[in-house]
């Protein structure tokens, strides 16, 4: 079974920046693409980025392009989402999530639909 275990959450400034890091098991990285998901309260999740580590192929969402980067570590089976220029908006519960990997990401990537296994979720306050 996949675990996925996030990490890397906390309070910021707006403008500020946080990283955070989802640990996967080893066989995430053949086969699968690992997405990081995003609720806010009252509102839907969102997904924000994804990456296939076999290929290094990213895709992110337009509310987050220029300002988040995710890449992973294969030899430490890690995912990370580098978050700057950070607004009170991007305050959510964020999920690393990972699920068979389509050819492309660019259709899929970013939908609920492709993904079967999350994480608990790791708290990003960021404040005005």
């Known amino acids: 079974e996949v675990q996925l275990v996030e990490s890397g959450g906390g309070l910021v400034q707006a403008g500020g920046s946080l990283t955070l890091s989802c640990a996967a098991s080893?066989?995430?990285?053949?086969?699968?693409?690992i997405g990081w998901f995003r609720q806010a309260p009252g509102k839907e999740r969102e997904g924000i980025s994804c990456i296939k580590p076999s290929d290094g192929s990213t895709k992110y969402a337009d509310s987050v392009k220029g300002r988040f980067t995710i890449y992973s570590d294969n030899v430490k089976n890690m995912v990370y989402l580098q978050m700057t220029s950070l607004k009170p908006e991007d305050t959510a519960v964020y999920y690393c999530t990972a699920g068979f990997a389509p050819v492309s990401l660019e259709v899929v990537g970013l939908r609920e639909g492709l993904y079967d296994y999350w994480g608990q979720g790791t708290q990003v306050t960021v404040s005005s």
């Open positions: 080893v066989d995430v990285f053949v086969d699968y693409a």
